[in-house]
């Protein structure tokens, strides 16, 4: 099992920034890709941001492409999100996830998953 703790979520202000951290724990030599979805009122679970655990392959949703950042601490076992310029149409529940497989980007490729933290953005 690999347990996974988002932290960070909050309420900001449209165009300020927030950094979303997700610390993972268990057997995480069993994980080799994780990545970052979203869940809004009334809408499907959605992808946002993935990266390869070793290596540096990541991959965004077009809806975020060029705003957020994905990135890790090996040695920390943290995955972490920053969001920048953030909009009013990115509030969501987000929620951290591990895969054994690597880089994909499917709600249904991963195992694991957090609690999720709110993220909301005033206009």
């Known amino acids: 099992q690999v347990q996974l703790v988002e932290s960070g979520g909050g309420l900001v202000q449209a165009g300020g920034s927030l950094r979303l951290s997700c610390a993972a724990s268990?057997?995480?030599?069993?994980?080799?890709?994780m990545g970052w979805f979203r869940q809004a009122p009334g809408k499907e679970r959605e992808f946002v941001a993935a990266?390869?655990?070793?290596?540096?392959?990541?991959a965004y949703a077009d809806s975020v492409k060029g705003r957020f950042t994905i990135f890790k601490d090996n040695a920390k076992k943290t995955l972490y999100l920053q969001m920048n310029n953030l909009k009013p149409e990115d509030t969501a529940v987000y929620y951290c996830a591990a895969s054994s497989l690597s880089f994909r980007v499917g709600v249904r490729d991963y195992d694991y998953w957090g609690q999720g933290t709110q993220v909301t953005v005033s206009s």
């Open positions: 990266a390869s655990w070793s290596g540096g392959r990541t």
């Open positions: 268990g057997r995480t030599f069993t994980v080799n890709g």
